[in-house]
């Protein structure tokens, strides 16, 4: 773990009514969606609900920040998105991938424009190695997301290339935040933070998995049994006083 504060958890979802209950527990620190989360959590209606959904997610957690991905592949139409997200609500930040589907180099150059000349935060996603979240920082980035888990898929330790990665970012002195996406177990989130990521997104199903515990369950069942019993207790006279 690096020597600066965790920023903490990411929550990794399009849905209104589970940002809402996590958001009360105080637990989170910033909402994650992409357009795969977005479809699955029912957004329709083209740009409108894409809008309506946003925004209503944005004011939901101000000021916490809000990443929302760019649905477009070309980078002038990106940088047209991305303004517009950042109109519909300040606290939204933009997800640009680290390169085009057939490797095309230059949305690294437009996350170095939005961030350096439009005042835009950008979070680069999409990235399953160190190096890519290096050149990312470099580019000026604020976050920079490693999906582990989907390199945890491929058969390689997602762990190794966030360690690598806050080594490279705090040689540099670099302030972009790492974020470790795609959690597939609970146990990723603390092994995640430990090896060096300032952000873990997380499923709402994964947080209730950290929280509730089988024997802490029977712990607060035996407490509640015998508070009963105690209350039961309180009603009876005071024999003792009486003698
Ligand atoms: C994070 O920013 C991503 O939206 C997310 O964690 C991706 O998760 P997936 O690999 O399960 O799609």
């Known amino acids: 773990m690096s020597g600066q504060a965790l920023t903490g958890l990411f929550l990794d979802t399009g849905r209104p009514e589970e940002i809402r209950k996590y958001h009360a527990l105080g637990i989170i620190r910033g909402v994650t969606t992409n357009p795969t989360i977005l479809v699955k959590d029912g957004v329709v209606g083209g740009w409108e609900g894409i809008e309506a959904r946003c925004t209503q997610i944005a004011r939901m957690v101000e000021p916490l920040p809000v990443s929302v991905e760019v649905t477009a592949g070309d980078p002038d139409e990106m940088r047209e998105?991305?303004?517009?997200?950042?109109?519909?609500?300040?606290?939204?930040?933009?997800?640009?991938?680290?390169?085009?589907?057939?490797?095309?180099?230059?949305?690294?150059?437009?996350?170095?424009?939005?961030?350096?000349?439009?005042?835009?935060?950008?979070?680069?996603?999409?990235?399953?190695?160190?190096?890519?979240?290096?050149?990312?920082?470099?580019?000026?980035?604020?976050?920079?997301?490693?999906?582990?888990?989907?390199?945890?898929?491929?058969?390689?330790?997602?762990?190794?290339?966030?360690?690598?990665?806050?080594?490279?970012?705090?040689?540099?002195?670099?302030?972009?935040?790492?974020?470790?996406?795609?959690?597939?177990?609970a146990l990723n989130i603390i092994?995640?933070?430990?090896?060096?990521?300032?952000?873990?997104?997380?499923?709402?199903?994964?947080?209730?998995?950290?929280?509730?515990?089988?024997?802490?369950?029977?712990?607060?069942?035996?407490?509640?049994?015998?508070g009963r019993t105690l209350e039961r207790e309180g009603l009876r006279p005071n024999l003792a006083g009486a003698r």
């Not at 998105?81 to 230059?106: C, E, M, Y």
């Not at 680069?124 to 980035?141: E, I, K, R």
């Not at 999906?147 to 302030?175: C, H, I, K, T």
């Not at 499923?203 to 712990?219: A, G, N, R, W």
């Open 81 to 185: 998105q991305a303004r517009r997200f950042r109109a519909w609500a300040p606290n939204l930040n933009v997800k640009i991938p680290i390169h085009s589907p057939d490797g095309g180099t230059d949305y690294l150059r437009l996350v170095h424009e939005l961030e350096t000349q439009e005042d835009i935060r950008v979070n680069v996603t999409a990235m399953m190695s160190a190096q890519q979240g290096l050149l990312a920082a470099m580019a000026g980035a604020t976050y920079v997301s490693l999906f582990a888990g989907r390199v945890n898929n491929m058969g390689y330790d997602g762990r190794q290339e966030l360690r690598r990665l806050r080594q490279l970012l705090d040689a540099f002195g670099s302030p972009a935040k790492i974020i470790a996406g795609s959690t597939r177990e």
């Open 191 to 226: 092994e995640w933070f430990e090896a060096g990521a300032d952000i873990v997104t997380v499923v709402p199903q994964l947080i209730d998995t950290m929280l509730v515990h089988p024997y802490s369950k029977e712990t607060v069942r035996q407490f509640l049994a015998d």
